[in-house]
Structure formats: structure tokens, C-alpha cells
């Protein structure tokens, strides 16, 4: 008779192998429905499996089909419903849910745009600059809009630079297109 208490007993319940002709099963040993989620490692090739955030283990797919691997430990599978069949239909479906590309909220201080949800904006009349910062607990100010900054290698362009940076390096700003930004910055390329 085969013994299926283990320390691993949450490895065990999900891969068991003599569920199928085990003699003694329990609860313990059957495959139990599981809240899997998956983090796209590589996208396509390699997935980061967890179950309620905790990690469970990765899958990976090869020339043979996927294979799951945890503590040193492999699980062959030949193919996607079989890996589905064993962590839970959701498994990918959420994991392509979770990853769509995010939608883009623009937003604006004095008509300078920015792309984070601006706290505390300000226009600084002496340094003539639109200034927010991230969040209630920030202490870093950052400038809206679209800036020319002098590096040691020449001029780089800039989109909501941190106050400080603008304070350290000569700059041209702020400028409220990107269009305008890039024709300074070719009448600065010329001199």
C-alpha cells in the first residue's frame, strides 16, 4: 500500500500519481479545485503558476508539450487541456485577462499633460513650471509636460521629469506636444 501523507501535502493533492489506481485514496490525495492564476514569465513559453498569490510552481512549454516543475520536481503534460484539466480551467484565460495592455488616461496640470493622476498641482511662478507629485504622500515634484534636458552626451527628450533633474541639468520647456518638444530640440541639435 502506498503512503500518501507527505509534508507536501498540498503538492500531493493536486499531483498525486496513483490517484487513479490507489487503493486507499482520501480526501487528501484527490485533486481539489483550486483558484490558480498565472504570471506570464515569457509570453507563450513560461508561466509562473499560483493558487490564492501563493506560488505553486512554473509551467513551461517544450517540444513534447508543457511541463510543470516544483521543488525540483517535473510533470509532463502533452498538451493545454491536460494542464487545464489538472489546475483549473481559468488557468490561462485569466492569465490573458490580467495582461491586457492598460488604457491610457491623460491628464493635465495648467494644460501640460501627464500621464499619473497628479496630487497637489502648482504652478511655480518663478521657475514658470507646472508641478505635481504622484500621490498624498509624495515629496518628490515632478514637471507636466514635455522637456529637452542637457546630458553629458548631448540633449535627451523628457516626458514629466522630476523636479529635481530640471534643477541639476540645463533644459528648454515645458512644451505641451510632443511635436513642439521635437522642434526645439532640432534648433537645439544645430547650434
Known amino acids: 500500500m502506498q503512503n500518501h501523507s507527505t509534508p507536501d501535502t498540498h503538492f500531493k493533492r493536486l499531483f498525486c500519481a496513483y490517484r487513479s489506481t490507489c487503493l486507499t485514496k482520501t480526501k487528501d490525495c484527490e485533486v481539489h479545485e483550486m483558484n490558480s492564476t498565472t504570471k506570464i514569465l515569457v509570453p507563450n513559453k513560461e508561466w509562473l503558476i499560483q493558487d490564492n498569490k501563493e506560488k505553486i510552481g512554473s509551467i513551461s512549454k517544450n517540444k513534447k508539450g508543457y511541463t510543470f516543475l516544483r521543488n525540483g520536481k517535473s510533470l509532463e503534460f502533452k498538451d493545454l487541456a491536460e494542464v487545464k484539466k489538472q489546475f483549473g480551467i481559468a488557468l490561462f484565460e485569466e492569465s490573458i485577462k490580467k495582461h491586457k495592455e492598460p ?13 499619473s493622476k497628479p496630487f497637489d498641482p502648482v504652478y511655480s511662478v518663478k521657475k514658470k513650471l507646472p508641478l505635481f507629485s504622484k500621490s498624498s504622500k509624495s515629496k518628490s515634484q515632478y ?5 529637452i534636458i542637457s546630458r553629458r552626451k548631448g540633449w ?5 521629469p522630476k523636479l529635481i533633474t530640471l534643477d541639476r541639468y540645463p533644459y528648454y520647456g515645458p512644451f505641451k506636444t510632443e511635436v513642439e518638444m521635437k522642434a526645439m530640440l532640432s534648433k537645439v541639435d544645430k547650434l
Open 103 to 115: 488604457v491610457d488616461k491623460n491628464y493635465s496640470i495648467y494644460d501640460f499633460p501627464c500621464r
Open 143 to 147: 514637471c507636466a509636460g514635455y522637456y
Open 156 to 160: 535627451a527628450t523628457s516626458f514629466c
